[in-house]
């Protein structure tokens, strides 16, 4: 599977933003799909993933409840819905998938074949 993700730009803290990541390839609807963001000088970490039957997961104490994963299986797309923005979720940010039919999420990297190319909030009023 392919990715490419979208939607990335500048905004005002407190703004929202979705992000996109469109899929190409057979199956989708069997991959689960992750969100990981890295900011300058810093390590990838996991945000948020999404099940392939939909269940969005949030583990980060710094994004829950501000962070919602979902998939629309009929367009091959995952979004990320972020609100109440911070200069902290400043990143470039990439969606991933893990083939997955037990309808798990890892919150790992390597747990992940497949990679975006990422794209960059940046967050700054």
């Known amino acids: 599977v392919q990715l490419q993700a979208s939607g990335g730009g500048l905004v005002q803290p407190g703004d929202s933003l979705r992000l996109s990541c469109a899929a190409s390839g057979p199956s989708f609807g069997r991959y689960s799909m992750g969100w990981f963001r890295q900011a300058p000088g810093k390590a990838r970490e996991f945000v948020a993933a999404?099940?392939?039957?939909?269940?969005?997961?949030v583990t980060s104490d710094s994004v829950k409840g501000r962070f919602t994963a979902s998939r629309d299986n009929a367009k091959n797309t995952v979004y990320l819905q972020m609100i109440r923005l911070k200069p902290e979720d400043t990143a470039v940010y990439y969606c991933a998938a893990r083939w997955d039919v037990s309808g798990g999420y890892s919150s790992r990297e390597d747990g992940y074949g497949y990679w975006g190319q990422g794209t960059l909030v940046t967050v700054s009023s």
């Open positions: 999404v099940t392939w039957g939909g269940k969005n997961i």
